[in-house]
């Protein structure tokens, strides 16, 4: 030992180098025991914590969201971030509030009471004085602005406990580092994860009471995931207007397919169930699919397969993560493949025969259209050509019925254009239930009215109050008639209208030479508004009427629609004017059908005339094309017959090498002869043999070297 000292002793060199070693050697065990203790420590804790993920992409995710943004201890996180409630569900519709949402409406009032006192802007700006038209309802309040509802919730990667039965919960919002999506972590300190499957089912049960009255719309992602997108108000069944029986069998179909689940699967067929609804536009199919999945109380999940990043893949990965009890919603089926006419084919196939560069390109956009894909797109000249989706219709069929496709789902498609669809996908087993929508018929006519005016069903005293809400109306229309002159009079006279004045005198501090929009045009007079204008200002509700008048302007209103001619769209839309007033909309149905009919002519003109133009200009743009085909044909011609000839002259030039090889070959053997003669003179007879074989071995070598030199020559 002090032999190793007195070793050690010189490399040490005194005591500060010794005391030194001591702080590194000291430094180093409490950091290793640092790190030992911590990793032993998250070792412990996650051998007792028991960690569950909810991932953005999917359900739970959501159900949790909703569920921490009522915890207050969530929401007054000392970091947090503030962010409207990402599921829209009706505030209005949910019976119960959490006690977050009573605060912050507190908030919210608090806030309220506060500015409702002030006269000025935070900037120092006036008010404005509150709006009035002559003649509106101003006792009728206008609905309130729905209100978006602010969340604070606690910002990345901070923890947070809350209290849950009994049990306190570490709660993390994280983001993955690799998809950039968000991700909830749970954990808690249990023998067994009930705790965490009560906490989910408590989320689910809130979520879906909150979402009792509203129907939830997924829309699918060029990620193959569906994305919530918008969350709407149930509509009722009985404001769909269809003919008899349609609905009826359309709810009692899918209700005993929903019930069927055992049924399908004792026999083994799949469980899906398909329905095609076509026909015209404005008809009412994508109303009818919502308002079943409503009274289902089934979400949608909308596909639109005319989306460019729609492929064989993605369709098939969403088919397979639509949840088991579903509407899945193909709209405008006859949209993922345009099939081109023989025209557009002829003209592609112009186009590709002149693209020579692009031989290979064009033939596999070709083969693409062959196997059903849809292109679209611009080419290098501008035009709309080609930005191909990649769906093809075998990658269609697979998704909606191969092995990775989801069961339970109710699937929807429609289409506007039956006949161009293929066989394949509208075959029974894919869409099992076809409904035609029509243009509207007289009965359909008459429930779209008395869906549209409220009917009072009531006694005397309600016919009474019904007739006064009547004569109200009158007396309001008169009044804005009276009103409307006053305007004229006042454009005349520049003299204050009744309407100014009245304004005035609610509020003396509004600019007497504005208007109600704000505009204090002085250089010219305010022109008179149109007819229609006026219409629109009259009162919008129309007072109940009673049964037999109902029934009376609802035959009216029947009578005069043509049977079958008008979508029902177009007829809400008629109605929708008339809103106020169910006398006029009965009374007026033949000037409005036989103005449509003049209008939908002229339309008609002029569609004509402009198919007959852009057909007049294909036709020029094809024999443009045809032109410079001939042209280039024309061209590759001449340069065939060059390339032809240049072949034929080098044939003959070697043909003529050849000759001249054998000629030399000739004057070779002739001097070979000769030379043989003059030698048999001069040897005898054993000689003479001796030099035959000499000569002949020499001829031998000489023919070798001649026909080598030959095949020299020719190659
Ligand atoms: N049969 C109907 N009953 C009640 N309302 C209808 C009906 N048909 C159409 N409508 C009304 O017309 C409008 C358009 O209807 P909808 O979008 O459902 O028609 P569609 O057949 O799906 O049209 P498209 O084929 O153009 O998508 C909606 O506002 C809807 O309320």
């Known amino acids: 030992m002090d032999t190793l000292k007195s070793f050690m002793q010189p490399l040490m060199g005194g005591s500060s180098m010794v005391d030194g070693m ?51 201890e969530w929401q007054r996180s000392r970091e947090f971030e503030a962010t409207l409630r990402a599921f829209s569900t009706a505030s209005t519709a949910s019976s119960t509030k959490s006690p977050a949402d009573l605060e ?71 983001r993955k580092l690799d998809t950039g999506s968000e991700a909830i972590s749970i954990s808690v300190i249990a023998r067994s994860n009930a705790i965490l499957k009560q906490l989910v089912l408590q989320a689910k ?51 005993d397919f929903l019930r069927s689940e055992k049924w399908y699967m004792d026999r083994g067929i799949p469980f899906r169930r398909g329905y095609l609804l076509y026909g015209v536009p404005g008809s009412g199919k994508s109303s009818l699919i919502h308002a079943l999945a409503g009274y289902l109380q089934l979400d949608i999940y909308v596909v639109s397969l005319s989306a460019s990043w729609i492929s064989d893949s993605t369709l098939t990965s969403l088919m397979g993560r639509v949840p088991a009890r579903c509407v899945v919603l193909l709209e405008d089926l006859d949209a993922a493949f345009t099939r081109s006419t023989s025209r557009e084919d002829e003209e592609e196939a112009l186009l590709n025969s002149l693209n ?17 894909h849809r292109s679209s797109g611009r080419n290098s000249g501008g035009d709309y050509l ?44 894919r869409m099992d239930v076809w409904i035609e929508f029509k243009n509207a018929s007289r009965w359909q006519a ?57 304004r005035g005198s609610r509020n003396s501090s509004s600019a007497s030479t504005k208007d109600s ?86 339309m008609a003109k002029e569609k004509a005339a402009r198919e007959e133009k852009a057909k007049a200009a294909k036709e020029k743009r094809l ?3 045809k032109e410079k085909k001939k042209e280039k044909e024309e061209k590759e011609g001449k340069e065939k017959e060059v390339e032809e000839l240049k072949r034929k002259l080098k044939e003959k030039e070697e043909e003529e090498e050849v000759e001249r090889m054998r000629e030399k070959l000739r004057e070779k053997e002739k001097e070979a002869e000769a030379g043989k003669k003059t030698e048999e003179g001069a040897t005898t007879k054993e000689e003479a043999k001796e030099g035959e074989k000499k000569k002949e071995v020499d001829e031998e070598d000489e023919d070798k070297e001649n026909w080598s030199d030959a095949r020299d020559a020719l190659s």
């Open 22 to 72: 001591k702080l590194v050697v000291l430094g180093g065990t409490v950091e290793t025991a640092r790190r030992v203790s911590s990793s032993a420590w998250s070792h412990f804790v996650n051998s007792f914590f028991l960690t569950a993920h909810f991932c953005e992409e999917e359900q739970p995710y959501d159900w949790l969201v909703l569920w921490l943004s009522r915890r207050p």
């Open 104 to 174: 912050w409406e507190e908030a919210e009032r608090e806030w309220e009471s506060y500015n409702s006192s002030a006269t000025t802007h935070h900037d120092g700006t006036p008010r404005e004085p509150p709006l009035h038209i002559p003649g509106a309802d101003d006792d009728v309040p206008l609905p309130e602005k729905p209100k978006s509802r602010i969340i604070f919730q606690p910002t990345y990667d901070t923890t947070h406990t809350i209290f849950f039965r009994g049990h306190w919960l570490r709660v993390k919002r994280q």
């Open 205 to 255: 049960k809130e979520y879906e009471a909150e979402c009792i009255h509203r129907i939830q719309i997924y829309f699918a992602d060029a990620h193959g995931s569906w994305r919530w997108t918008d969350s709407r108000a149930k509509r009722p069944l009985g404001s769909i207007v269809l003919n008899p029986g349609v609905k009826e069998m359309l709810v009692e179909d899918t209700k």
């Open 356 to 372: 020579s560069t692009s031989t290979s390109n064009n033939k596999s956009n070709s083969s693409r259209r062959r196997n059903g």
């Open 386 to 429: 080609s930005d191909v989706n990649t769906l093809s219709l075998s990658g269609l069929l697979n998704a909606l019925d191969g092995v990775a496709a989801a069961e339970g789902r109710l699937l929807f498609a429609t289409t506007n254009h039956l006949e161009k669809l293929d066989p394949a996908l509208s075959r029974p087993g």
């Open 446 to 502: 008459e429930a779209l009215f008395r869906n549209f005016f409220p009917c009072d069903e009531g006694d005397e005293e309600e016919e009474n109050a019904a007739k006064e809400s009547q004569e109200v109306i009158e007396r309001r229309e008169r009044e804005v008639d009276e009103a409307m002159k006053s305007i004229k009079v006042e454009m005349a006279s520049s003299a204050p209208s009744p309407a100014d004045s009245r």
């Open 517 to 602: 929009f704000g505009s204090s045009n002085t250089a010219y007079p305010r022109p008179p508004p149109d007819a229609d204008v006026r219409e629109k200002l009259a009162r919008h509700s129309a007072a109940p009427l009673d049964r037999k008048t109902l029934a009376e302007l609802a035959k009216t209103f029947a009578d005069g629609v043509p049977e079958e001619e008008f979508s029902v769209a177009s007829l809400q839309g008629y109605l929708l004017k008339h809103k106020s007033n169910p006398h006029l909309a009965a009374s007026t149905i033949h000037d409005w059908v036989s103005s449509e009919r003049t209008l939908r002519a002229t």
């Open 623 to 625: 024999a443009e094309l």
